[in-house]
């Protein structure tokens, strides 16, 4: 008789799950952050070249329109934040085509909050208060990590002077692929997933700031104070070799929006990527004028994996994406 009807996670553990996301919305409303619901669909998707978003054909009243499946509840929350809803937060149902795995499924829940006048420092000190009761223990000490001086310790070069023919040459011993072709940034993804993230978070939390500017999505820059090279204002979180969080000091100047939603399109067809509808709602909210302050997206599931320390994101998820 087929199984493939039951559950990848056990009844006893979607109770834990029930709890420990109790525990989340108590986290947010002790600090008076407005729990929010936004649509999973909007007219425009991530134009991020490493991520693949969803779209779908729709009946509306404008007729048959592509929508998009969000690969977070960004956009969405950054018009409400920009319609006065003050400091908002959401455990949204948000999706990325072809990521199934051991830490990834292709539908999964992301917990996002914004802050209204906070500072990155401030939002990173949250969010690991929010770690820390979610796991129930403390995971040990809390570092933080500059992108470049990681590179330097792990791989010994900086990844922001380095030439990029020794940088593919790199990255292609060191991931086993032909990286001829790539870009610089395909090539630092590659080294930063491989060789450097499995060793964060290891007795301890780290956290990765000043990433390459070109990295910045939706975070503003600023110039590193070594030498005046400009970074990405954005952090990640890391525990036991898994990335939790990232969080951006959030980008509110609307036109410098719209000019590198144009600048992803153009990546993409340059990668042979097909281009991705620009929300033109949420530039005309970064018009009328968002509240400077920062933001960051969770990945529930895996924090709930590691509280429970289960194997995979299968296991605490009722019905994963190869047995939905």
């Given at each position: 008789?087929?199984?493939?009807?039951?559950?990848?996670?056990?009844?006893?553990?979607?109770?834990?799950?029930?709890?420990?996301?109790?525990?989340?919305?108590?986290?947010?409303?002790?600090?008076?952050?407005?729990?929010?619901?936004?649509?999973?669909?909007?007219?425009?998707?991530?134009t991020?070249?490493?991520?693949?978003?969803?779209?779908?054909?729709?009946?509306?009243?404008?007729?048959?329109?592509?929508?998009?499946?969000?690969?977070?509840?960004?956009?969405?929350?950054k018009?409400?934040?920009?319609?006065?809803?003050?400091?908002?937060?959401?455990?949204?149902r948000?999706?990325?085509?072809?990521?199934?795995?051991?830490?990834?499924?292709?539908?999964?829940?992301?917990?996002?909050?914004?802050?209204?006048?906070?500072?990155?420092?401030?939002?990173?000190?949250?969010?690991?208060?929010?770690?820390?009761?979610?796991?129930?223990r403390?995971?040990?000490?809390?570092?933080?990590?500059?992108?470049?001086?990681?590179?330097?310790?792990?791989?010994?070069?900086?990844?922001?002077?380095?030439?990029?023919?020794?940088?593919?040459?790199?990255?292609?011993?060191?991931?086993?692929?032909?990286?001829?072709?790539?870009?610089?940034?395909?090539?630092?993804?590659?080294?930063?997933?491989?060789?450097?993230?499995?060793?964060l978070?290891?007795?301890?939390?780290?956290?990765?700031?000043?990433?390459?500017?070109?990295?910045?999505?939706?975070?503003?820059?600023?110039?590193?104070p070594?030498?005046?090279?400009?970074?990405?204002?954005?952090?990640?979180?890391?525990?036991?070799?898994?990335?939790?969080?990232?969080?951006?000091?959030?980008?509110?100047?609307?036109?410098?929006?719209?000019?590198?939603?144009?600048?992803?399109?153009?990546?993409?067809?340059?990668?042979?990527?097909?281009?991705?509808?620009?929300?033109?709602?949420l530039?005309?909210?970064?018009?009328?004028?968002?509240?400077?302050?920062?933001?960051?997206?969770?990945?529930?599931?895996?924090?709930?994996?590691?509280?429970?320390?289960?194997?995979?994101?299968?296991?605490?998820?009722?019905?994963?994406?190869?047995?939905?």
């Amino acid at each position: 008789m087929a199984t493939d009807w039951r559950p990848t996670a056990s009844i006893e553990t979607l109770r834990e799950r029930a709890r420990l996301l109790t525990e989340v919305r108590a986290f947010f409303a002790e600090r008076g952050v407005l729990e929010v619901e936004t649509p999973v669909l909007g007219h425009g998707g991530s134009t991020d070249v490493l991520l693949a978003s969803l779209s779908l054909e729709a009946t509306t009243p404008a007729g048959c329109e592509r929508l998009w499946l969000q690969t977070s509840p960004e956009f969405h929350m950054k018009r409400l934040l920009a319609a006065g809803s003050g400091p908002v937060f959401q455990l949204a149902r948000s999706f990325r085509d072809g990521e199934v795995g051991r830490r990834h499924n292709i539908e999964f829940t992301m917990l996002e909050w914004y802050r209204p006048g906070y500072s990155l420092e401030a939002l990173i000190a949250e969010t690991t208060a929010l770690i820390h009761v979610v796991l129930g223990r403390d995971p040990g000490p809390l570092r933080q990590r500059r992108y470049r001086e990681l590179f330097r310790e792990v791989l010994g070069f900086d990844p922001f002077g380095v030439e990029l023919d020794t940088l593919r040459r790199i990255a292609g011993v060191r991931g086993g692929l032909d990286m001829g072709a790539a870009e610089r940034d395909d090539c630092l993804d590659l080294l930063m997933s491989l060789v450097v993230e499995p060793e964060l978070g290891r007795d301890g939390l780290d956290v990765v700031v000043d990433y390459p500017a070109s990295q910045a999505a939706l975070a503003r820059r600023h110039r590193d104070p070594e030498d005046g090279e400009w970074v990405a204002s954005r952090f990640e979180v890391y525990l036991e070799g898994v990335e939790l969080a990232n969080g951006y000091d959030e980008l509110t100047d609307a036109e410098e929006q719209r000019q590198r939603f144009d600048e992803d399109n153009v990546a993409r067809r340059r990668l042979g990527l097909p281009e991705v509808d620009v929300d033109r709602r949420l530039l005309a909210a970064l018009a009328h004028g968002m509240p400077a302050g920062s933001g960051v997206a969770l990945g529930i599931d895996r924090l709930i994996q590691l509280a429970l320390g289960r194997a995979s994101v299968a296991e605490v998820i009722a019905f994963a994406t190869p047995n939905c």
